[in-house]
């Protein structure tokens, strides 16, 4: 019947069908080729998505840094939360006068296979350079709230005893000297990067580095007066705010989209666009599964379930996963996530154990978590090796703690960096600042 009709049609319009068929399928199968040839958008729109993917991702990593005010002021005695406000404000502002002055450059400049770059300031570049892919402001940008996370992870392990001016000294040093270097290894292109080790945005870089610096300094500084008893056993010095502190994780789960998304480090594509929401997606599910490992293994090993270590399971979860966050499922984000949640609630009672007095279990969530994170990552992603990631882990520890340990020794034997017992009893709030931030529930009297 069909036939029937198709010979009922003009011999000349078939033949211009024809022609219309075989040149609309030539042209689909050469416009294929095209697209996968042509760039999804113009150079210029891709520097203005890159560059808008810098800021964007920047300022929620700043934000981090209120996160981490927040938590640190609801874990301390109310006593002591001015001061933990000063130093996280301080510690900010310092650490970005130091990566322009010199940390910048030293971590990314003229590196090629080295150990470190230039001694030399960041000189912002104006021009619109389409062949970097983005605005130079917007890259150092980015970089240098990551060098502030570091630091940030410092102060709250240090946290009621810790005077205030030698922690900013140290800040000074850990965000111009010790980060850049480290970071210049795999990400300025340095010996590790050229070993194929693998840290996406940072579990070791960022949040190992910053937890060995904790890690030595709380060593040479000491505990709290009464955290530890004579037979070893440990008190529960209990924090102001629970509140403040639930608030100050929200704030640094939602911080984290930028630091996992941002550094995919492009936004040009349609390729870009969807790692970012797979990033996007495992960033919460990794901390999801943390909390989620924690709550359960508490309640089944406690009689009551732990919400301080619970707390901590969502940054562990996230620092897990922040090694690589793109290559795993989401069950596997979730897996990833739980372990680190579970390493860091018993980290929290090894460091107990050993008498090393952490106030808001930063040791724990950054750097055991983030080793944990570091070592699995070739699990997800082929490309990577279980004994260059071990490499890795090995070389960033013994450089931090080594170099921490003797930065914080000289500091200690120079101009000292522990309150005195009176000062740490009355709270440093009055002792290094001469105010208090809870008027109403704060002796300022000294008996």
Known sequence: MYIHYLKKIPSNLMLSLLSFFSILVLSSVAGAQEAAEVPAVSSEVAYV????????????????AAGFCMLEAGQVRSKNTAVICLKNIGLFSIAGIMYYLVGYNLMYDGVDGGYFGSFSL????????LDTGYASGSDWYFQMVFVATAASIVSGAL???????PFFLFVAILTGIIYPIAGSWQWGGGWLS???FSDFAGSTLVHSVGGWAALAGAILLGSRTGKYNSDGSANVIA?????????GVFILWLGWFGFNGGSQLALGSGADATAIADIFINTNLAAAGGVVAVMIVSKLTNSHTNVAASLNGAIAGLVAITAEPLTPSMGHAIVIGGIGGVICMYGMKLLDMLKIDDVVGAIPAHLFAGIWGTLIVPWTNKDTSFGVQFLGVISYAAFTLIVSFAVWFAIKTVVGIRASKEDEEYGLDMSELGTISHPDFTSTVKK
Not at 159 to 165: K, V
Request: a negative charge; proline letters at 2%; glycine letters at 6%.
């Open 122 to 129: 960041f000189s912002r570049s104006s021009d619109v350079d």
């Open 194 to 196: 050229e070993a194929g």
């Open 159 to 165: 946290a009621e005893r810790i005077l205030i001016w």
């Open 49 to 64: 998505f890159n560059t808008f993917l810098f800021l964007v991702s920047g300022f929620l990593v700043m934000f981090m």
């Open 239 to 247: 924090g102001s705010s629970l509140p403040l502190t639930t608030l």
